[in-house]
Structures are given as C-alpha cells and as structure tokens.
C-alpha cells in the first residue's frame, strides 16, 4: 500500500522560502500526478498545482504562478514543493496527494500535512 | 474555472439519523468528474467518492453519492459517531481542480 510522508514544520520569515517534501513508501512516483493543496488555519482546502514526475510536467495554479516550484526526483521517490517569497497569509498546512491518473484527478492517498508557519 | 459551492456550511444531526451534502458547480461537471472527502480536526483529508458515486476501497456502504451536470449530493444513510467531521467536494473536470468550501457535520 502507498503511503505519503512528508516532512516536519517549518517557522520561516516574511520574504524567505520554504521547501517541503513528499516522499512515496510503498511504491514509486512514476506516471502518478502528485498534487499540492494547502489548508490555512480554519479554513477549507485549496488546490495548489501538480507535478507529472515521470514528464516533469507541472501544472500550477494561477495565484501561486510565479513564486511555487514543484520538483520530483524518481530516483529517491520524492516529490518537493518551494514556495518563495513568504507572507504570513502562507501560513498553512500543506499536503501532498497522489492522483489516480493523469486524466482522473481525485487525490488518494495523501500526505500526513506540514504545518508552514510564516512569522517575523 | 468551475466553482463549487457546498451547502448547508453546518449541518447539525444526530447518530442514528441522515445526513444529506449538496455541492453545485458553476458550471457543468462533465462525465461526473467528481469526488468528495471527509476530513476530522488535526488529520488528512480522506478520499470517499470519486466519479460522482464510486466508493473508494474500504469505505463503508452507508456513504452514497449521486448527482450529474451542475448538481451532486453525498449521503450518509445512518450516522455513526466517527462520521462527524468536515466534508469536501472536488471538481477534477479541468484545472485548477477546485474543493467546495466544505459543510461541517456536527453533533446535535
């Protein structure tokens, strides 16, 4: 069975970067869409973007273009997430999740969540 | 982009009784591109519905879902005690695949 673990929290400060990880047990990254979605404090779920590892493919939503990287390394079976450019409303919790399919993106299984605590 | 919106924002129940989610889309959710989540306080998302009303493995049958075009619903037939937690639907027609705002499923 796949599961996602990701890596610890993060305090960081406004302007500065934060790179999470997501690395795969149980199998590998392959053709899988791995997808981002953070959650703020309170709030619902909001979809980052994606990554295609095997392609290198990204796909990121439009509020993130710009200042969120998504890399994959299939050698270690890890998937990574940057986000520069830091403000305290990026304070959330970030999971990663797997896609079914390139074509049939529901998200199952996810990550355990990172907490990203952006703070002076 | 296709937006969803989920109503009620709280639902309040009972164990026992029926728990009905409706979740409408901006635009028509070709094919049943759809999914829904259950999601408690301090854990991860967990994936129930996908294609409008396939259950994932290991969900328990009383979780259905149902709905096509611009309409969808998830039903709980008989609440139990673990049920009582946030849910989510997802549109995943085209990019960005965007969540509903959730319904909160309180106790009574």
């Known amino acids: 069975q796949v599961h996602l673990v990701q890596s610890g929290a993060e305090v960081k400060r406004p302007g500065s970067s934060v790179k999470v990880s997501c690395r795969t047990s149980?199998?590998?990254?392959?053709?899988?869409?791995i997808t981002w979605v953070r959650q703020a404090p309170g709030q619902g779920l909001e979809w980052m973007g994606q990554?295609?590892?095997?392609?290198?493919?990204?796909d990121y939503a439009q509020r993130f273009q710009g200042r969120v990287t998504f890399t994959a390394d299939e050698s270690t079976s890890t998937a990574y997430m940057v986000l520069s450019s830091l403000r305290s409303e990026d304070t959330a919790v970030y999971y990663c999740?797997?896609?079914?399919?390139?074509?049939?993106?529901?998200?199952?299984?996810w990550g355990q969540g990172t907490l990203v605590t952006v703070s002076s | 982009e296709i937006v969803l919106t989920q109503s009620p924002g709280t639902l309040s129940l009972s164990p026992g009784e029926r728990a009905t989610f409706s979740c409408r889309a901006s635009?028509?959710?070709?094919?049943?591109?759809l999914a829904w989540y259950q999601q408690k306080p301090g854990q991860a998302p967990r994936l129930l519905i996908y294609?409008?009303?396939s259950r994932a493995t290991g969900i328990p049958d009383r979780f259905s879902g149902s709905g096509s075009g611009t309409d969808f619903t998830l039903t709980i037939s008989r609440l139990e005690p673990e049920d009582f937690a946030v849910y989510y639907c997802?549109?995943?027609?085209?990019?960005?695949?965007?969540f509903g705002q959730g319904t909160k499923l309180d106790v009574k």
């Open positions: 999740a797997r896609a079914y399919a390139v074509t049939h993106n529901w998200f199952d299984p």
């Open positions: 149980g199998g590998s990254l392959s053709s899988y869409p």
């Open positions: 990554i295609i590892p095997i392609f290198g493919a990204t």
């Open positions: 635009h028509t959710v070709t094919s049943n591109y």
């Open positions: 294609g409008a009303s």
């Open positions: 997802q549109q995943y027609v085209s990019s960005p695949y965007s």
